[in-house]
Each structure stands twice: as structure tokens, then as C-alpha cells.
């Protein structure tokens, strides 16, 4: 049950860690497009706007899942040894 929880925690940190990297890669592109005076095509989510492809703005937090997951496991393992 600890396991389970600690995992499910971790996958949660991912996904929160995830919504941080959409934000920073959102700012870096806008600036970017605004420095080089590119027109930035918005698309309409979750009833806000956002300059990221749709692909990428779902494929972040399936991959802040993931990396959550996988760095439980590997925590997991460093603190309370292998069982």
C-alpha cells in the first residue's frame, strides 16, 4: 500500500512538473515569435487559449505521468532498497 501511494504521488509530481514545462516552453515560443515577428496560431483548449500544437499540449502531460512514475520506481528503490 505505501508503494502504491508513494508511485501514485510521484506520477502526480510529474504531472505538476509537466503543467511548469508547458508554461516555460509557452513563454520561450511567444517570445521567440515576437522577436522574429511570427503570427502565432492559437488553438482553443479546456476554454483557454494556447500557442502550443494540440499534440504537444497533450503529449506533455502523458509524458509528466510517465516520468513521474518512473522516477517513483527509481526512488523508490534508492530509499527503502529493493522489495
Same mark, same amino acid.
Given at each position: 500500500?505505501?508503494?502504491? #501511494?508513494?508511485?501514485? =504521488? $510521484? $506520477?502526480?509530481?510529474? +504531472?505538476?512538473?509537466?503543467? #511548469?514545462?508547458?508554461?516555460?516552453?509557452? #513563454? !520561450?515560443? =511567444?517570445?521567440?515569435?515576437?522577436?522574429?515577428?511570427?503570427? !502565432?496560431?492559437? !488553438?482553443? !483548449?479546456?476554454?483557454?487559449?494556447? $500557442? +502550443?500544437?494540440?499534440?504537444?499540449?497533450?503529449? +506533455?502531460?502523458?509524458?509528466?505521468?510517465?516520468?513521474?512514475?518512473?522516477?517513483?520506481?527509481?526512488?523508490?528503490?534508492?530509499?527503502?532498497?529493493?522489495?
Amino acid at each position: 500500500m505505501k508503494k502504491t #501511494i508513494y508511485i501514485i =504521488l $510521484a $506520477a502526480f509530481l510529474g +504531472l505538476i512538473l509537466s503543467f #511548469i514545462a508547458h508554461a516555460v516552453i509557452e #513563454i !520561450v515560443y =511567444l517570445s521567440w515569435a515576437e522577436e522574429h515577428a511570427r503570427t !502565432v496560431k492559437w !488553438v482553443t !483548449v479546456w476554454g483557454g487559449n494556447c $500557442a +502550443l500544437p494540440l499534440w504537444l499540449i497533450y503529449l +506533455l502531460p502523458i509524458l509528466g505521468i510517465i516520468f513521474g512514475i518512473i522516477l517513483g520506481f527509481f526512488w523508490w528503490k534508492k530509499v527503502y532498497g529493493k522489495s
